[in-house]
């Protein structure tokens, strides 16, 4: 006999139209036992140190705080907030996102570290090829004056106007003077983007009154392709080149990270990356119908016509980098406060259990000894999930309770520092450095067997590697398809799946898993638990930035042993069955 599910808690949700005000809570369960080392790194603050924020404005491109003195909200003026009340001045909602912090992560500068140290003959080009989309305002600037592109780390640290503009990361007039001329092809793709530094600000409001703009010598000018994911798309699709270790081609590419042509291969195609990531609702779904700016002195400017506000909240799914800019605030010095992060963290929260993922139980049964039942995970996101720079990666944890409210099965626990653990409480072979790869699965039987939604490279030879210029292609690439995935897409060339062949239940309509439970024994009733779990950061991808010991992967790695590395909870559901 089959009994159908009996929800205890489930994230249903159908596209980007609010998040919950109340998401699930951190995942406080799985083995109390912790296991390696947990011997404390010292941090030389000086490794991953940097300048303080300051003000430039070279003529060409100005820091967020200039914008900020009229794109913030003020106490005594009413421009730049919801119809409830809320805040939403552009300005505060940037300024501790990942955007405004991109020069400033820890996690990519480790990552860059890691790549010169491999790469050592390519040094130069990958310092300067990092900085386009992380520091553009300081790489586009010198290809404007024609002078030397700055490189990593000496672009961010040696002081001068033009790392300062590079610490702003993506920055208000960068993004804001990004030309329409080539978006949507090939040639816009890794950074190529094209910004004259004339001191345009295009928007896309209609008539925007220049009075007060063209006081600091910039000219608003109305134009929709602010609005696009083909904007978005300049630094997001990116195509790297795969190296050997004397900076020489080999002749493989690795399609780095693709979430644009996702899209466009997705149900959502005609739906735009700001759609979710610049909602134009507030967070209680009330309209944004306001001024869009107010006097340096903190008055509104009488003359401002309302228009409608896109929330520059920026929120994805990165809830660890928060933390690391919050809790080392005085090493990093992000432009926000540190309570600002904690907003950041709750709403990338809200924005997973919302907007990505759902899972579900299906034809739950007994026969015999044995319990059968189907997980079902599918994403609600316009594009894969997780999407972009493949260290992020999703999975599985399924329990089974017996009627004496014993745990008789469980797959893909994990302990305190994210890492999956075996039936014996033990990591994972394949969460170590030099690991086996966790294969896609469709079928599991055995604890120690987890469905891993990943991306994970190979190099030239095939072998995997976690090292993305070393990457010439996917091992695996069993990340969840968008609804509406089509397999002769035109670009499925550079978006196509990997290791999943054979799995008829991993479609476009999510993946489908089987299960089978051996209950001989156990009582009934049964009780299945099915949980999808995210990081921002895979501690398979964590191990292997360790392994190769540079100023920044040290220091970063201290930080990790202070901050809170559990998955995140996407959903989860229960369901139970009586027994014969």
Known sequence: MMRWVAAAVVVVVSGCKGMSPDPLPRDTYGPTAETGDTDPVVIDETWLALPAPATVDNGRFATADTCGECHSNHSTAMAMR????????PYDLWEASMMANAARDPIWRAVVSVEVAETPGAADLIGERCMSCHAPMGATDAELTGEAKPRYPS????????????????????CHQIEPDNLGQPSSWKGGYIVEGAQKAYGPHPNPNTTYMAAEGWTPMQSSHVQTAELCATCHTLITDALEPDG???????????????????SNATSTCQDCHFPKRGIDQSNIVTPIA???????????????????????????????????????????????????????????QTNTATVALENI?????????????????????????????????????????????????????????DSGGAPLASELAGGPIAPNLNAISDPDQVQIYEAVMKDLAGDPTY?????????????????????????????????????????????????????????????????????????????????VETNETKALRAMLQTADRRPEIIATITGSHGGN
């Not at 672009?155 to 960068?174: E, H, K, V």
């Not at 299945?528 to 991808?541: D, H, K, M, V």
Request: charged share 25%; net charge negative; with cysteine.
């Open 82 to 89: 919801d119809a409830s009340g809320n805040e939403v001045g």
């Open 155 to 174: 672009g961010l640290t040696d002081g001068s106007d033009r790392a300062t503009l590079g610490l702003d990361g993506a920055s208000c007039t960068l």
């Open 248 to 266: 020489t081609l080999n002749g493989g590419s690795l399609v780095e990270q693709a979430p644009y042509l996702e899209l466009k291969n997705s």
């Open 294 to 352: 107010r006097s340096p002195a903190g008055s509104d400017y009488g003359d401002l016509t309302s228009r409608t506000l896109s929330r520059h909240e920026l929120v994805g799914g990165n809830t660890l980098v928060p933390q690391l800019f919050r809790d080392h605030h005085d090493i990093l010095q992000p432009r926000a406060a540190p309570e600002a992060f904690d907003e950041k963290i709750a709403r990338a929260r809200q924005q997973l």
């Open 365 to 421: 049964d007994v026969s015999g000894a044995t319990l059968s039942f189907r997980t079902y995970a599918d994403t609600v996101a316009g594009h894969k999930f997780p999407t972009g720079i493949p260290l992020r990666r999703a999975w599985l944890r399924v329990r089974v309770w017996d009627g004496t409210n014993q745990v008789i099965f469980a797959s893909g626990e994990h302990d305190s520092q994210g890492r999956i653990l």
């Open 467 to 547: 090292r993305l210029l070393r990457g010439a292609g996917w091992l695996k690439d069993n990340r969840i398809l968008p609804r509406g995935w089509d397999p002769n897409n035109v670009n499925i060339d550079l978006i196509r799946p990997q290791g999943v062949e054979g799995d008829t239940d991993y479609t476009n309509e999510g993946d489908r898993l089987s299960w089978s439970i051996d209950i001989t024994g156990r009582p009934a009733p049964y009780i299945i638990e099915a949980t999808l779990l995210y990081q921002p950061l895979g501690n398979r991808w964590a191990e292997e930035i360790f392994a």
